[in-house]
Every structure is written in structure tokens, then in C-alpha cells.
């Protein structure tokens, strides 16, 4: 009985030696959100939004006239996108308001191997969106058919479709369409068009706060 009892605390002292060679030979730990994409068979890569990660100033296309200040920033260990949006005009300002719009959300890959951002802003909007870089290296972000009731009772039916196609220069061309089925049907209609340049240092976006 004593030479079965040695041997059984023989083997019990070496377990823990046989853990420690067992760790050892674990592979080197990889942040989840760096490297290729694992988990789905797709072309997008954690890297494909990160042309508009920065502080910028954004200017009516068109018109050359200042619209807003953007601060886009990398969150959660490099894993999502957050975007922090000031408008300066009231063109999207609800009647009476005392405040200009304000917005931003997240951007971050999903299970399905697409893009995907929510955008909430302090005039009520929660959209969602989904989709990825075309051909031509533009992000191209599209949400579901949004049916809902407007300020005046009026049933509404629309979805929106937004690009981002950074420049040579380091500017941003970002434009927006809009559709809709009610109160009427519609094709896509352009209803914005800006241009994001690089915020100097110091400059109005400095005093941002998220």
C-alpha cells in the first residue's frame, strides 16, 4: 500500500509541472480586432474605414460655405469607429429648437463580414445602415426601408444611402441619397454633398468634446 501511495503522489506533483509545458506551447495572443478577418469569408479588413478616422472640417461641395465639424476616433481596441457630428447651420434644426444638430455612432465589421453603422443624432434619428467599399474604394453604407410617423401625423416611408470616396488630395467626398415610398414614391434624390478637409492644428475642432 505504501509503494502505491508514493507513486500516486508522484504522479500528483507532476501535473502541475505537465500545466506549465502545456502553456508554454500556447500560440502568442492576437488582439481580436487585428489581422485578417476569421470568422466569415469576406473581402472587407478592419482597415477599410480608416481613411476617415481624424478631425475635420466639412464644406457644402457646391457652394465652398462651412457646414460642420467632424471628430472620428477609434474605439474599443481598434474594433469600431466612433463619429462625433456638429452641424453649423440650421438647415436640419427642428422648428423652434433651440439647438443646431448634433450626431454621430459607431462603425464596426459584423458577423457577416459587412460594415455596419448606427447614427443617432439630438433631432430623433436612429438609422441603421450596412455594406462596404465598392470597386472603386468608395464606402458605400445602405439601411433597410424605414416606415414611421412624422411630427404632423403623416405616415412616412424611406431609406438612405451614403458614400464616402476619399480623394488623392486627403480631402473626403461624402454625399448622401435618399428614397422614398411614402407619402409618395421617389427615386434615390441626392440631399447632401460635402467635402471633409483635415482640421489645422489647434482648429475648430480641438474644442470639441465627445
Known amino acids: 500500500m505504501l509503494k502505491v501511495a508514493s507513486i500516486a503522489s508522484l504522479l500528483l506533483l507532476a501535473l502541475p ?3 506549465f509545458a502545456q ?7 492576437t488582439p481580436p480586432c487585428e489581422g485578417a ?3 466569415t469569408e469576406t473581402d472587407a479588413t478592419r482597415s477599410d474605414f480608416d481613411f476617415w478616422v481624424g ?6 461641395k457646391e457652394s465652398g460655405l462651412m457646414v460642420g465639424f467632424d471628430m472620428i476616433e477609434e474605439i474599443r481596441g481598434g474594433c469600431a469607429i466612433r463619429q462625433h457630428w456638429r452641424h453649423m ?5 427642428i422648428p423652434g429648437a433651440s439647438w443646431r444638430m448634433q450626431g454621430g455612432g459607431d462603425s464596426s465589421l459584423g458577423v457577416d463580414g459587412k460594415w455596419h453603422q448606427t447614427w443617432i443624432d439630438n433631432n430623433g ?7 462596404g467599399l465598392d470597386d472603386d474604394g468608395v464606402m458605400v453604407l445602405q439601411s433597410d426601408w424605414m416606415e414611421f410617423t412624422d411630427r404632423q401625423g403623416n405616415k412616412r416611408k424611406n431609406r438612405h444611402r451614403w458614400h464616402w470616396a476619399p480623394q488623392d488630395d486627403g480631402t473626403i467626398h461624402n454625399w448622401g441619397f435618399q428614397q422614398t415610398e411614402l407619402p409618395q414614391a421617389s427615386d434615390w434624390v441626392k ?3 460635402v467635402i ?4 489645422v492644428v489647434g482648429g475648430p475642432t480641438s474644442n470639441l468634446n465627445p
Open 196 to 199: 471633409y478637409r483635415p482640421n
Open 89 to 93: 447651420n440650421d438647415l436640419y434644426s
Open 17 to 19: 509541472l505537465t500545466s
Open 55 to 60: 478631425e475635420w472640417m466639412v464644406y457644402e
Open 191 to 193: 440631399y447632401y454633398d
Open 23 to 29: 502553456d508554454d506551447q500556447q500560440p502568442e495572443f
Open 37 to 39: 478577418v476569421w470568422w
Open 125 to 131: 434619428s436612429h438609422i441603421q445602415l450596412s455594406g
